[in-house]
């Protein structure tokens, strides 16, 4: 059984039908057709229920496809490797992470690794943790910057750092000088703009309301770090951000919380036992040096 066997096999299982899956594979549809014979005939079993207005898949199809789709991307992993060049004069990464690190962790990070790997592609997508966990099992994805709690086994955790969230404040505010830690049921009466449902962040405060047994008062909800930001530097909001967030942008102002917010372990999300390429390697060892000096850097500022 050939490599193109598995493709042809895997196209038709995708589209469901014999003239997609050839347009789709560049070829005419007897020779798909005489393929899939032959993968069937090789196997002994059939794998495709040709009876209906559209294909699907038998059992046998079903059983065979999942390993059909694994042995597919090692043998992609496989290439890789056989092009992997390691003085990285060439290569390539493709990195994905949660949005509130868009904002104050990569940007430093990857001007380091483009400026020490210039011939290194890089392919940076902005997603949740739930979707970048199943792309990175799918081998889409070489690394994701995410959080510890993962949710499939099958990905592994490396620590960057842990993560403190913040009660943040414009200028304006009336709690922007305040030295003082501000009570939670205080904090219950601040009009807030937050992060919305999408949002890992936004989880960890609602679970700090549940947990103290508060009701925020939220005026806005928005899908953007940056519209966040901007309007608490414009206002009299409040919101909760990382608080690494707010120590980079000089008009806004960190409030402590008491009880204090939660914190959260920042780490590199990789497939477990996976192929990992020269480019990749040396993107996990920059992240984790950056993130080591970045925390020792921390611990000499005074606490927020």
Known sequence: ????????????????????AAEALHVSQPTLSQQIRQIEHTLGAQLLDRSGRTIQLTDAGEAYVRYAKRALQELEAGKRAIHDVQELSRGSLRLAMTPTFTAYLIG???????????????????????????????????????????????????????????????????????????????????????????????????????????????????????AVIEIVRRSTLTTVLPAAIARDHSELCLVQL?????????????????????ATRAFIELALDESAAETAGRELKPAI
């Open 1 to 20: 059984m050939l490599l193109r066997h598995i493709r042809y096999f895997l196209a038709v299982a995708e589209h469901r039908n014999f003239t997609r």
């Open 108 to 226: 430093p990070m990857l001007e380091k690794y483009n400026r020490k790997y210039p011939n290194v592609a890089l392919n940076i997508l902005e997603m949740p943790q739930d979707r970048m966990e199943a792309l990175l099992n799918e081998d889409a994805l070489d690394v994701g910057i995410a959080f510890d709690e993962t949710q499939t086994p099958d990905i592994e955790t490396q620590t960057l750092f842990v993560e403190a969230l913040a009660m943040v404040v414009g200028r304006s505010h009336p709690h922007a000088k305040r030295r003082s830690a501000l009570k939670v049921k205080e904090f219950e009466r601040e009009a807030l703009v937050l992060l919305n449902e999408e949002f890992a962040t936004r989880r960890y405060i609602d679970r700090y309301c549940r947990r103290h047994g508060i009701s925020p008062r939220i005026s806005i909800e928005v899908n953007s770090i940056n």
């Open 258 to 278: 008491e009880p204090a917010l939660p914190r959260r372990t920042a780490a590199l999300l990789l497939r477990k036992n996976a192929y990992r390429n020269a």
